[in-house]
């Protein structure tokens, strides 16, 4: 979810399928935290964190977010 006050926010409790394991919610965060910037904690799979939109304002910064994007909506679309 994109937040008009320029906050990305990652709902994982409310993700469905695959992301309702934790292991895979898991798989996400370690794939957001791989891009600089982004520090969520272990336990941020079961909260709704926030990333500043700043974050992906460089290019490297913005592609390994949608990089991260793309690849939840292969893991979603996946049987």
């Known amino acids: 979810?994109?937040?008009?006050?320029?906050?990305?926010?990652?709902?994982?409790?409310?993700?469905?399928?695959?992301?309702?394991?934790?292991?895979?919610?898991?798989?996400?965060?370690?794939?957001?935290?791989?891009?600089?910037g982004v520090t969520l904690p272990n336990d941020a799979i079961y909260k709704r964190p926030g990333i500043p939109i700043v974050t992906f304002s460089n290019e490297e910064g913005l592609k390994r977010f949608l990089d991260v994007t793309d690849w939840c909506v292969h893991e979603l679309r996946s049987p």
Do not use: S
Request: glycine share 2%.
């Open 1 to 36: 979810m994109l937040w008009t006050y320029g906050t990305v926010e990652v709902p994982f409790p409310w993700m469905k399928k695959p992301f309702d394991a934790p292991a895979k919610r898991q798989e996400l965060r370690e794939r957001l935290n791989a891009i600089d």
